[in-house]
């Protein structure tokens, strides 16, 4: 069983640890976005605002501006990072329009007009005039690499990543039963011990953050199941992954799975209510928009609205929508309430039955993306995120080490330098590779073509150029230490390109107050301090045993 | 050396009995549940669900145990030993109708 934890572990250790580190930055993937369009506006201490009273705003904006609309939209931002809302409306097809309409496949959608709206002040901007932002993914862009990878089509990535997240499930559930004297163990940490020191410290990561990780690895195979066990569903439905729409309308997808079973649909689809046809009722005025969004709070909690939907507004057979704004563990299974627009009353259909099973299953999706979770639990998560990270590095440097003393005198084995080259090119150059993802999102033209692709060039060509220098330096221990100090050099002088090309930087942002941005440049900071400290300890021990012939590596580093 | 060589086959022939008889056996339970469930009256989706979700846990603790066996042998008598009855209940429930 411990062969089995060992060599789990060792295969798939390299893309876990990128698969760790990119989805660690996914529970700040919209601060991580804000950063990297330093065009949007400073943040200043955002104003606290009531739903209810910025809903009756718009509501007034809308009549003014839109009195013949056919359909409102009122949406409150679902961005952590971004607290303006939209207000759009369509306007109904102009009377020429129709008949070019049904002639060709040309629908005269263009008629729908949408302005920012900021719900504390209650004034609204036009979309043009606000600032123009370079084209970049994102933190978004680093989260989908956690599951997507890059250069490979989505498909094989979900089954790699599966493959790879099956195995890391075995090697913690191999790791605890191998591990007999796990609570002992984790209370030794033997510091300056070389090998010994490298297994303690990776059973005290591992051990700090088990409930985590093992949380984390077996919710992340729930979100493609039906790629990975497709048996089942071929029974029950005779259907495999490859069903039509791309997963999204699949039978195991918490998100829309009422289609196929006919206890499910009887409510109704949405599209329903979503008729493009302009209303034929006769006037009507609409009801106080503000008082049905003080009912869905008290249903919903405060600020939990994600978005109204008026069809038909200032008509009889006006229909008002409310959208949760769910973040997964919400104990409320309505997603949706309808209203009568004239009565304001509650007329939405029976909610779809939902068994424990797809409870279960909702609890499983909604503790991996973390939605849910307030600022510290956040920080939580990216901290157990980046335990896993370490989790991963240590378990890998510490195969290294065991065969290291193994081979000592010997010369290394081709799997050996392969393994130590792996571990050089990943562990140092991903890190680095994060580094380059931002250090390019400042230094390519913000108006250059396919700039957010150059973006994920540069993670990756700075990547490939740590693996490069660990083929070239020999030995490991001098191209450690060449790369560790490389990243931390390109974590610790971001702030200061920051500051250079932009008017975003701590300066500005910490007097301002926007610590969404002001947080970046300083987690970035200690990460580079992070890396400078062990650069310092490869360099310590390299400078303590001056050219005896020890093996290189990073053997005797902590 | 020919010690060494027949190692090796033991290895590869429990990394196989693992990977894939697992994996096989793993999936026949879930459809074994998936059926037993729905005959026990549970609704289509919920007893599809239930048994997928699951199946990762099973899968773990099938390849746990065929590298606990004593010898890679023993563990794919083990699972063909398994298998063979959920097998059989599976092709009864089947032909039962009720199934697909």
Redesign the interface.
């Given at each position: 069983?411990a062969?089995?934890h060992t060599w789990t572990g060792l295969v798939v250790g390299w893309v876990l640890y990128f698969v760790f580190m990119t989805g660690t930055a996914g529970y700040f993937d919209e601060e991580i976005t804000r950063w990297m369009q330093p065009e949007a506006p400073l943040a200043a201490t955002a104003a606290p605002f009531s739903s209810v009273e910025a809903v009756a705003k718009a509501q007034a904006i809308l009549r003014e501006k839109a009195p013949a609309a056919d359909r409102w939209s009122i949406d409150p931002s679902w961005d952590r990072a971004e607290r303006h809302w939209i207000i759009s409306w369509a306007n109904p097809p102009e009377p020429g329009a129709k008949d070019a309409a049904s002639a060709g496949e040309d629908r005269p959608r263009n008629r729908r007009e949408r302005l920012i709206f900021d719900p504390a002040a209650g004034d609204v901007h036009l979309p043009a005039d606000m600032p123009e932002v370079r084209e970049t993914d994102g933190g978004l862009g680093l989260y989908r690499l956690h599951y997507h990878l890059h250069y490979i089509s989505e498909h094989s990535a979900i089954l790699i990543v599966g493959f790879c997240t099956?195995l890391m499930?075995?090697a913690i559930?191999?790791g605890v039963?191998t591990h007999k004297k796990i609570f002992k163990d984790f209370f030794t940490f033997r510091p300056g011990k070389g090998q010994r020191s490298w297994l303690d410290m990776h059973n005290i990561v591992s051990v700090t953050a088990l409930p985590f990780f093992l949380m984390i690895t077996?919710s992340g195979?729930?979100f493609f199941?039906?790629a990975?066990?497709p048996?089942?569903?071929k029974?029950?439905?005779?259907v495999e992954h490859s069903w039509p729409n791309d997963g999204y309308s699949n039978?195991?997808n918490p998100r829309t799975?009422n289609r196929?079973?006919g206890?499910?649909a009887a409510g109704g689809s949405r599209s329903e209510h979503m008729s493009e046809e302009p209303s034929a009722a006769p006037p009507a005025p609409l009801t106080n928009l503000a008082s049905l969004a003080a009912e869905a709070e008290r249903q919903w909690g405060e600020g939990a609205i994600g978005g109204i939907s008026v069809l038909h507004p200032g008509r009889a057979d006006a229909r008002v929508t409310f959208i949760f704004l769910d973040n997964g563990l919400a104990r409320n299974a309505r997603k949706q309430i309808l209203f009568d627009g004239v009565t304001g009353a509650d007329i939405s259909p029976p909610p779809f039955?939902q068994?424990?099973?797809?409870k279960?299953?909702n609890v499983?999706i909604a503790l991996h993306e973390g939605l849910f979770a307030g600022p510290l639990l956040r920080w939580l998560y990216f901290l157990s995120g980046l335990l896993g990270c370490a989790m991963i590095a240590t378990g890998l440097i510490l195969w290294t080490i065991k065969r290291r003393q193994k081979q000592r005198g010997a010369g290394d084995s081709v799997s050996f330098r392969l393994v130590e080259t792996l571990n050089i090119g990943t562990l140092a150059g991903l890190p680095l590779g994060v580094a380059a993802y931002f250090w390019a999102n400042r230094l390519l033209p913000a108006a250059m073509e396919g700039r957010a692709a150059w973006e994920y060039h540069s993670l990756f060509a700075a990547m490939g150029a740590i693996f490069l220098a660990a083929v070239l330096i020999r030995p490991a221990r001098r191209a450690w230490s060449y790369a560790l100090w490389t990243v931390a050099a390109a974590f610790l002088l971001l702030p200061l390109l920051n500051a250079v090309t932009t008017d975003r930087h701590l300066a500005v942002t910490v007097p301002a107050g926007d610590w969404v941005l002001a947080g970046f440049d300083l987690t970035m900071l200690a990460f580079g301090a992070t890396f400078a400290v062990a650069a310092l300890k490869v360099r310590s021990k390299e400078a303590t045993a001056p050219g005896r012939a020890r093996p290189s590596g990073m053997a005797e580093v902590a | 050396m020919k010690a060494d060589m027949q190692r090796r086959l033991a290895v590869t022939s429990r990394i196989i009995a693992g990977a894939v008889g697992g994996y096989a056996l793993t999936s026949l339970i879930a459809i074994a549940l998936l059926l037993v469930l729905q005959r026990l009256g549970m609704a289509k989706d919920e007893a599809l669900l239930a048994p997928t979700l699951g199946s990762f846990v099973i899968y773990a603790v099938i390849v746990m145990t065929v590298f606990h066996a004593r010898s890679a042998t023993r563990a794919w008598l083990g699972l063909i030993g398994v298998s063979v009855p959920i097998a059989l209940l599976v092709a009864i429930l089947m032909q039962a109708g009720g199934g697909a």
């Amino acid at each position: 069983m411990a062969w089995l934890h060992t060599w789990t572990g060792l295969v798939v250790g390299w893309v876990l640890y990128f698969v760790f580190m990119t989805g660690t930055a996914g529970y700040f993937d919209e601060e991580i976005t804000r950063w990297m369009q330093p065009e949007a506006p400073l943040a200043a201490t955002a104003a606290p605002f009531s739903s209810v009273e910025a809903v009756a705003k718009a509501q007034a904006i809308l009549r003014e501006k839109a009195p013949a609309a056919d359909r409102w939209s009122i949406d409150p931002s679902w961005d952590r990072a971004e607290r303006h809302w939209i207000i759009s409306w369509a306007n109904p097809p102009e009377p020429g329009a129709k008949d070019a309409a049904s002639a060709g496949e040309d629908r005269p959608r263009n008629r729908r007009e949408r302005l920012i709206f900021d719900p504390a002040a209650g004034d609204v901007h036009l979309p043009a005039d606000m600032p123009e932002v370079r084209e970049t993914d994102g933190g978004l862009g680093l989260y989908r690499l956690h599951y997507h990878l890059h250069y490979i089509s989505e498909h094989s990535a979900i089954l790699i990543v599966g493959f790879c997240t099956m195995l890391m499930f075995l090697a913690i559930l191999s790791g605890v039963v191998t591990h007999k004297k796990i609570f002992k163990d984790f209370f030794t940490f033997r510091p300056g011990k070389g090998q010994r020191s490298w297994l303690d410290m990776h059973n005290i990561v591992s051990v700090t953050a088990l409930p985590f990780f093992l949380m984390i690895t077996y919710s992340g195979l729930i979100f493609f199941m039906y790629a990975y066990m497709p048996a089942t569903m071929k029974v029950a439905y005779g259907v495999e992954h490859s069903w039509p729409n791309d997963g999204y309308s699949n039978p195991l997808n918490p998100r829309t799975n009422n289609r196929f079973d006919g206890a499910r649909a009887a409510g109704g689809s949405r599209s329903e209510h979503m008729s493009e046809e302009p209303s034929a009722a006769p006037p009507a005025p609409l009801t106080n928009l503000a008082s049905l969004a003080a009912e869905a709070e008290r249903q919903w909690g405060e600020g939990a609205i994600g978005g109204i939907s008026v069809l038909h507004p200032g008509r009889a057979d006006a229909r008002v929508t409310f959208i949760f704004l769910d973040n997964g563990l919400a104990r409320n299974a309505r997603k949706q309430i309808l209203f009568d627009g004239v009565t304001g009353a509650d007329i939405s259909p029976p909610p779809f039955r939902q068994g424990t099973t797809w409870k279960v299953q909702n609890v499983l999706i909604a503790l991996h993306e973390g939605l849910f979770a307030g600022p510290l639990l956040r920080w939580l998560y990216f901290l157990s995120g980046l335990l896993g990270c370490a989790m991963i590095a240590t378990g890998l440097i510490l195969w290294t080490i065991k065969r290291r003393q193994k081979q000592r005198g010997a010369g290394d084995s081709v799997s050996f330098r392969l393994v130590e080259t792996l571990n050089i090119g990943t562990l140092a150059g991903l890190p680095l590779g994060v580094a380059a993802y931002f250090w390019a999102n400042r230094l390519l033209p913000a108006a250059m073509e396919g700039r957010a692709a150059w973006e994920y060039h540069s993670l990756f060509a700075a990547m490939g150029a740590i693996f490069l220098a660990a083929v070239l330096i020999r030995p490991a221990r001098r191209a450690w230490s060449y790369a560790l100090w490389t990243v931390a050099a390109a974590f610790l002088l971001l702030p200061l390109l920051n500051a250079v090309t932009t008017d975003r930087h701590l300066a500005v942002t910490v007097p301002a107050g926007d610590w969404v941005l002001a947080g970046f440049d300083l987690t970035m900071l200690a990460f580079g301090a992070t890396f400078a400290v062990a650069a310092l300890k490869v360099r310590s021990k390299e400078a303590t045993a001056p050219g005896r012939a020890r093996p290189s590596g990073m053997a005797e580093v902590a | 050396m020919k010690a060494d060589m027949q190692r090796r086959l033991a290895v590869t022939s429990r990394i196989i009995a693992g990977a894939v008889g697992g994996y096989a056996l793993t999936s026949l339970i879930a459809i074994a549940l998936l059926l037993v469930l729905q005959r026990l009256g549970m609704a289509k989706d919920e007893a599809l669900l239930a048994p997928t979700l699951g199946s990762f846990v099973i899968y773990a603790v099938i390849v746990m145990t065929v590298f606990h066996a004593r010898s890679a042998t023993r563990a794919w008598l083990g699972l063909i030993g398994v298998s063979v009855p959920i097998a059989l209940l599976v092709a009864i429930l089947m032909q039962a109708g009720g199934g697909a």
